[in-house]
């Protein structure tokens, strides 16, 4: 690469982005010792990708960065909003279309403005939770801004942030109140124009999982994201995962997965591939297709 170009695919590259890229761009070629795999197959794809990375360390992060630019694929993360608030680095980083995520809050204010600064900075795909953005107006303002982008969003049900008028209704542990959450968002989406949609609905316990799957399957025929929330670590939490996807599985419930695992996160890929592997179920590998 001659220079730092200011546009890449298409979209601009801010000051920030290019001062990181000329930081870093020769750091990491002087200090890593490099084996990049595939590259070259997201450098052919006519548009944006979704990487789903795992890490163990803070220095993994700048490697994929570096192994997605090498892909010409200029890299938009979705990090933990108290990173933005390092002075000098959360700034850089804002100034870069890095993305905050406000995890375990309730602050639809600081939700919707998470979601629209994604949508802004050309994601490729938007993750909503109905339990933290509540408010109907700013769904639908947020199904607005996807549908002039033609942005896919991923409705993404937990059992952990289910609205209070659901719970009152239902009691916890309803698999009926994780449906209707689900359903009632996808039909306001649906009201403003948006059809590419995914759905989840995570529990943390294989039967009630199952059954909030079951029950929006039999009404909804949009794609299905399955995992089990908090599973935990250990054998017992692979067990978990394992009774809720792959009943999920055997029921043909299901288009996309995720092992979630309290641990080394590298796991996760190995626990979800050798699930697929004792299914007799197909691997997406990449662009080529399953294997």
Same mark, same amino acid.
């Given at each position: 690469?001659?220079?730092?170009?200011?546009?890449?695919?298409?979209?601009?590259?801010?000051? !920030?982005?290019?001062?990181?890229?000329?930081?870093?761009?020769?750091?990491?070629?002087?200090?890593?010792?490099?084996?990049?795999?595939?590259?070259?197959?997201?450098?052919?794809?006519?548009?944006?990708?979704?990487?789903?990375?795992?890490?163990?360390?803070?220095?993994?992060?700048?490697? =994929?960065?570096?192994?997605?630019? %090498?892909?010409? %694929?200029?890299?938009?993360?979705?990090?933990?909003?108290?990173?933005?608030?390092?002075?000098?680095?959360?700034?850089?980083?804002?100034?870069?279309?890095?993305?905050?995520?406000?995890?375990?809050?309730?602050?639809?204010?600081?939700?919707?403005?998470?979601?629209?600064?994604?949508?802004?900075?050309?994601?490729?795909?938007?993750?909503?939770?109905?339990?933290?953005?509540?408010?109907?107006?700013?769904?639908?303002?947020?199904?607005?801004?996807?549908?002039?982008?033609?942005?896919?969003?991923? *409705?993404?049900?937990?059992?952990?942030?289910?609205?209070?008028?659901? @719970?009152?209704?239902?009691?916890?542990?309803?698999?009926?109140?994780?449906?209707?959450?689900? !359903?009632? !968002?996808?039909?306001?989406?649906?009201?403003?124009?948006?059809?590419?949609? =995914?759905? !989840? @609905?995570?529990?943390?316990?294989?039967?009630?999982?199952?059954?909030?799957?079951?029950?929006?399957?039999?009404?909804?025929?949009?794609?299905?994201?399955?995992?089990?929330?908090?599973?935990?670590?250990?054998?017992?939490?692979? *067990?978990?995962?394992?009774?809720?996807?792959?009943?999920?599985?055997?029921?043909?419930?299901?288009?996309?997965?995720?092992?979630?695992?309290?641990?080394?996160?590298?796991?996760?890929?190995?626990?979800?591939?050798?699930?697929?592997?004792?299914?007799?179920?197909?691997?997406?590998?990449?662009?080529?297709?399953?294997?």
């Amino acid at each position: 690469m001659t220079g730092i170009q200011r546009v890449r695919r298409g979209r601009p590259l801010g000051f !920030s982005f290019r001062l990181a890229v000329a930081i870093l761009w020769p750091l990491m070629r002087t200090i890593v010792k490099w084996d990049i795999r595939g590259a070259d197959a997201l450098a052919r794809i006519d548009g944006g990708v979704i990487v789903a990375p795992n890490h163990t360390s803070w220095f993994d992060p700048p490697v =994929v960065a570096f192994a997605l630019w %090498q892909a010409d %694929q200029p890299p938009r993360f979705l990090g933990k909003e108290s990173v933005f608030r390092i002075p000098l680095v959360g700034r850089l980083i804002s100034g870069a279309g890095q993305i905050p995520v406000y995890r375990e809050t309730a602050d639809a204010a600081a939700a919707i403005r998470s979601a629209l600064a994604a949508l802004e900075a050309g994601t490729d795909k938007l993750r909503i939770n109905p339990g933290n953005i509540r408010d109907p107006k700013l769904l639908r303002r947020i199904a607005r801004e996807a549908m002039d982008r033609k942005t896919p969003i991923r *409705v993404g049900v937990n059992a952990g942030s289910l609205d209070k008028d659901l @719970l009152d209704r239902y009691g916890n542990h309803s698999a009926e109140a994780l449906a209707l959450s689900a !359903s009632n !968002s996808v039909r306001l989406m649906e009201e403003e124009g948006v059809t590419d949609i =995914v759905v !989840s @609905l995570k529990a943390n316990d294989a039967r009630w999982t199952v059954d909030a799957y079951r029950l929006f399957a039999e009404k909804s025929t949009y794609p299905l994201h399955l995992g089990v929330t908090e599973a935990g670590c250990g054998r017992a939490a692979v *067990v978990n995962s394992w009774a809720g996807l792959g009943t999920l599985l055997q029921m043909g419930i299901g288009d996309t997965i995720r092992i979630s695992l309290t641990e080394d996160s590298r796991l996760e890929v190995v626990v979800g591939h050798l699930l697929l592997h004792y299914l007799g179920l197909p691997r997406y590998t990449g662009p080529g297709g399953p294997a």
